[in-house]
């Protein structure tokens, strides 16, 4: 039962149980099998979340890559985890939840939104409706950045509407 004084609610995973926030992780320590040992708890947290009825939309997805590439130029491939992603969206389909397209990636180094184009088009085949577009603005100055280029990356997935929400009920409106 979602707390109706807030219109909705996202979900994500930050960190994995027993670890620093993806942001805190020095990355350059750790072998790429560690790495690839990380992601799958963090895919695999991910899609644990995606089974409960505790938030509206999952917000930026392989956020954990962020901070990889970021800093480290390291660029995992994700695509091990194929299965599991999918399992993740049919999961939210299912459930009536969304996924958020994130575009705080554009404005930073890792130059690209959270979740990929790719995951986005994957949702919206394996049946995905809700979609919303974040800035995810920490500061004023970012507010709305990279909206625009969201709603392109939606259009382009199949979407032709995006989400917003009231006490937790999805409206939809036209791109």
């Known amino acids: 039962n979602a707390d109706k004084r807030v219109d909705f609610i996202i979900g994500s995973v930050h960190q994995v149980i027993g670890e620093k926030d993806f942001y805190f992780i020095d990355y350059e320590k750790m072998s790429m099998n560690e790495i690839y040992s990380l992601l799958e708890r963090y895919f695999t947290e991910l899609h644990e979340l995606c089974k409960t009825e505790l938030f509206d939309v999952l917000g930026h997805i392989t956020y954990c890559l962020r901070y990889m590439k970021q800093r480290n130029g390291i660029e995992a491939d994700i695509s091990r985890f194929d299965d599991i992603i999918?399992?993740?969206?049919?999961?939210?389909?299912?459930?009536?939840?969304?996924?958020?397209?994130?575009?705080?990636?554009?404005?930073?180094?890792?130059?690209?939104?959270?979740?990929?184009?790719?995951?986005?088009?994957?949702?919206?085949?394996?049946?995905?409706?809700?979609?919303?577009?974040?800035?995810?603005?920490?500061?004023?100055?970012?507010?709305?950045?990279?909206?625009?280029?969201?709603?392109?990356?939606?259009?382009?997935?199949?979407?032709?509407?995006?989400?917003?929400?009231?006490?937790?009920?999805?409206?939809?409106?036209?791109?």
């Open 86 to 175: 999918a399992d993740s969206f049919r999961t939210l389909a299912q459930n009536g939840k969304g996924i958020e397209i994130n575009t705080s990636g554009l404005r930073q180094k890792y130059g690209q939104t959270f979740p990929t184009f790719e995951s986005v088009k994957l949702y919206r085949q394996l049946g995905g409706e809700i979609l919303t577009v974040g800035s995810d603005a920490h500061r004023t100055a970012d507010l709305g950045k990279g909206i625009a280029e969201g709603i392109a990356l939606a259009k382009a997935a199949g979407f032709d509407r995006v989400t917003y929400f009231k006490k937790h009920e999805p409206h939809f409106l036209k791109l």
